[in-house]
């Protein structure tokens, strides 16, 4: 039975889908104005193996994210960068999923953006008025937190004492200091925005998440995940404006929020400045070796990043490897096989420690009991065959192949490939040889050369990478 610890009722809780079979899930994205880091990553990755888990339990995922790809931040970075606000954020979001497919990550069903969705956030923001649950002031529109009774319910807060620890008047044209904006005013004529009822301007943060989610998810669905930073005010707010607008309550069944990635004891941040973009990071450790890193710890626990503590997990991950290719070279070897029967207790073992990884997984998607587990196969296995007595006959061939497809399937349920550092290098490189020749071939195509650039891409075919020229580019795979 699985269970997950709910935010909202702050005790674990059986995960019982709102449709038998289906699972929605819905986590906050990226303000696509800078590349991302770690503490970004983070989540992203706990999020992409929680997906995976539920899937294998046979459910059917519909998983979505978004872009902030509009805001005062976004705007300053690109005065910054000297380029168009929707120039720099389409080169930040482009540069996030490639960052998700370097760390073997299956991206979104769909990534929102609040920029594509401006008319589904006016209509809601119209809802909110007419319901009285929001109100218009210099062309500025706010929610009032007042209006709506369980305002504070996820984060435990209490409104009064809320108000009461607030200066009176943090912004003139606001009822209350609480209250948030569901729409900004935008004066500047040079700036991007976009005409309303209620003036020239853009959407407020919180109102993007819960219209793109309400849009494609409905009314109620299952999983809301983000950083423990967001419970408040982002995740309260969305409750509460997502509530007050369908006026069905749940908004969503189970919150789930992943700690933070710290430095020297604070949270990895932009504004901070002490964070190491996925980039930087992906040029001194490879997918798994930052995949494993994350998932040897609870995904609700904070993480410190140090290089000694990466180093430190890396040592277990190598031991993961290491412990693969040696079953592979005994599977894939020409074994001669002795008669005797030589007894041992590995598959009982390796079985009674699958039991373990599903029991950890089970009670709140607990990947660091889980790691343990896998460790512990790679000993018990290590134990067998690298014993000095270690023979191979028939039975205990069929038991490693069966213990081999165990300890595959746990490790690909954390989306490691467990090929090592040197491979996934050769990997990487041999990637951007092909984008090389392709772009080429593209030259090629310019210059009105087809001769050259059909005979490149038959070249390649020969090789057993299938070119495809598709409306959104030239895409190749790999056939053999």
């Known amino acids: 039975m699985l269970k997950i610890y709910n935010t909202l009722s702050r005790e674990k809780e059986e995960f019982v889908p709102v449709e038998e079979g289906k699972v929605k899930m819905y986590v906050c994205g990226l303000t696509v104005q800078n590349y991302s880091h770690l503490g970004h990553m983070r989540g992203v990755i706990n999020y992409d193996v929680i997906r995976k888990y539920l899937e294998y339990k046979g459910y059917e995922v519909k998983y979505i994210s978004n872009f902030t790809d509009i805001n005062e931040k976004i705007i300053a970075r690109a005065e910054l960068e000297d380029m168009e606000p929707m ?110 009822p209620w003036g020239r301007g853009w959407p407020g943060w919180h109102i993007e998440c819960s219209a793109m989610s309400l849009d494609k998810l409905g009314n109620t669905f299952d999983i809301h995940g983000g950083g423990t930073d967001l419970i408040f005010p982002h995740h309260e707010n969305e409750i509460a404006q997502a509530e007050a607008y369908s006026g069905v309550k749940p908004f969503v069944k189970y919150w789930m929020h992943n700690g933070t990635v710290n430095m020297s004891g604070d949270k990895m941040s932009k504004s901070l400045g002490n964070f190491f973009t996925t980039r930087e990071l992906l040029e001194k450790y490879t997918a798994d070796q930052l995949r494993y890193f994350i998932l040897t710890k609870h995904y609700r626990s904070p993480i410190e990043y140090s290089e000694e503590e990466l180093a430190s997990t890396n040592k277990g991950l190598e031991k993961l490897t290491n412990t693969k290719k040696s079953l592979e070279n005994i599977l894939k070897s020409q074994n001669e096989f002795v008669e005797e029967e030589i007894e041992n207790d590995l598959l009982k073992n390796v079985k009674r420690k699958e039991e373990e990884f599903f029991a950890a997984m089970d009670d709140d998607f607990n990947t660091a009991l889980a790691s343990g587990a896998i460790n512990e196969i790679a000993t ?22 069966e213990v081999y497809d165990i300890y595959t399937k746990l490790t690909d349920l954390f989306n490691l490939t467990l090929e090592g550092k040197e491979q996934e290098v050769q990997s990487k490189k041999f990637a951007e040889l092909v984008e090389y020749i392709l772009s080429l071939r593209e030259e090629a195509r310019e210059n009105k050369n087809y001769e050259l650039a059909d005979k490149i891409r038959d070249d390649l075919a020969d090789m057993g990478i299938k070119v495809n020229d598709t409306p959104r580019g030239t895409e190749w795979e790999l056939t053999n």
């Open 87 to 196: 120039a720099l954020a389409y080169k930040y979001s482009q540069a996030f999923l490639e960052d998700l497919e370097n760390l073997n990550i299956k991206k979104a069903d769909h990534y929102c953006k609040a920029t594509e969705n401006i008319d589904n956030i006016q209509e809601m923001v119209q809802t909110l008025i007419e319901k009285g649950y929001a109100y218009v002031t210099n062309g500025n529109v706010y929610f009032s937190v007042e209006e709506f009774a369980d305002y504070g319910k996820l984060s435990g807060r209490n409104l009064d004492e809320m108000i009461a620890g607030t200066r009176k008047k943090v912004e003139s044209d606001k009822k209350n200091p609480l209250d948030f904006a569901l729409w900004k005013k935008v004066d500047d004529p040079d700036v991007i925005a976009w005409d309303s």
């Open 380 to 401: 018990e296995i290590n134990k067998v065959i690298n014993d000095s007595n270690f023979k191979l006959n028939r039975k205990l061939f069929k038991d490693l192949q």
